[in-house]
């Protein structure tokens, strides 16, 4: 079955950074949009950063020129680079593999970001 598995988040200083790490496994990683979303407490789920499989790339505004997403197909393995982090990136961070009507979640990997 298609596991995406999350590493990489914690505790972190303001202004510091951290790289999250996604594996795929049970999926052709490659024909797969991948993407990163977050949800702080008592919020909604909102989209971080997406990657189509021709490694075009969006990005929340909220995060934009802060944050790098990138994939490694050989791998089957998306990233999360984020800089300059700040209190509000705190959230739990999710893996998402979209293709068509196929979507697919991580378990979440928690980021805390102190002030």
């Known amino acids: 079955q298609v596991q995406l598995v999350e590493s990489g988040g914690g505790l972190v200083q303001s202004g510091g950074s951290l790289r999250l790490s996604c594996a795929a496994s049970g999926m052709i990683f490659s024909i797969y949009e991948m993407g990163w979303y977050r949800q702080a407490p008592g919020k909604q789920r909102e989209l971080v950063a997406t990657i189509t499989t021709g490694g075009g790339t969006d990005y929340a505004n909220s995060v934009k020129g802060r944050f790098t997403i990138s994939r490694d197909n050989a791998k089957n393995t998306v990233y999360l680079q984020m800089n300059s982090l700040k209190p509000e990136d705190t959230a739990v961070y999710y893996c998402?593999?979209?293709?068509?009507?196929?979507?697919?979640w991580g378990q979440g990997t928690q980021v805390t970001v102190a002030s």
């Open positions: 998402n593999a979209l293709r068509r009507s196929l979507v697919y």
